[in-house]
């Protein structure tokens, strides 16, 4: 079965290649970025600007194909891409949750953005902390490498 999405519009950031951005949100505190809505999406913006922070949907438009094995950028080890957050996946679908500034007409500000520009955006969702937060018993893998994720940054093993 083949899929379609459309780009309801684009997310412009500081980060014009992949290799030394933030690998998440964490690790890009204060980075800015603005997401440009086609003008005919702009009207699903009501009332966004109630939330503090969004969710990001995103094509990994620089992302070319994938391996079901890969080494993720907080491990030498091999790990199922599903395990993982890495960019080389079956659908190159990203998720961001960003703080959002504000928004005027068709253009949203937001801050601690970890994508790479000129992305293509494909939806956009508010973000609920009583819907989107868990505590979770075990994070496989991770469960040792999060120390230092704010400093740790992209390099080129994606390409």
């Keep these: 079965m083949t899929l379609t ?22 690790g890009a505190i204060g980075n800015r970025g603005r997401i440009e809505i086609k003008p005919e999406f702009a009207e699903g913006l ?20 994938f391996d079901l094995k890969i080494k993720p950028f907080l491990s ?7 395990s993982t957050r890495a960019p080389k996946r079956p ?22 953005i970890d994508i790479l520009n000129k992305t293509l955006l494909l939806d956009i969702k508010p973000y ?18 999060l120390t230092n994720i704010s400093n740790t940054k992209s390099d080129n093993r994606f390409k």
């Design 5 to 26: 999405y459309i780009s309801i519009g684009t997310i412009f950031t500081p980060f014009n290649k992949k290799e030394g951005m933030p690998i998440q949100p964490v």
């Design 76 to 82: 030498e080890k091999e790990f199922g891409v599903f």
């Design 128 to 145: 609920v902390p009583e819907f989107d937060i868990h505590n979770a018993e075990k994070i496989g893998w991770m469960e040792n490498k």
């Design 46 to 65: 009501a009332n966004l600007d109630g939330f503090s922070y969004i969710i990001l949907i995103y094509d990994f438009h620089k992302s070319e194909g």
């Design 91 to 112: 659908n190159s679908i990203g998720l961001s949750v960003v703080k959002l500034l504000s928004i005027n007409d068709n253009i949203i500000e937001v801050e601690n």
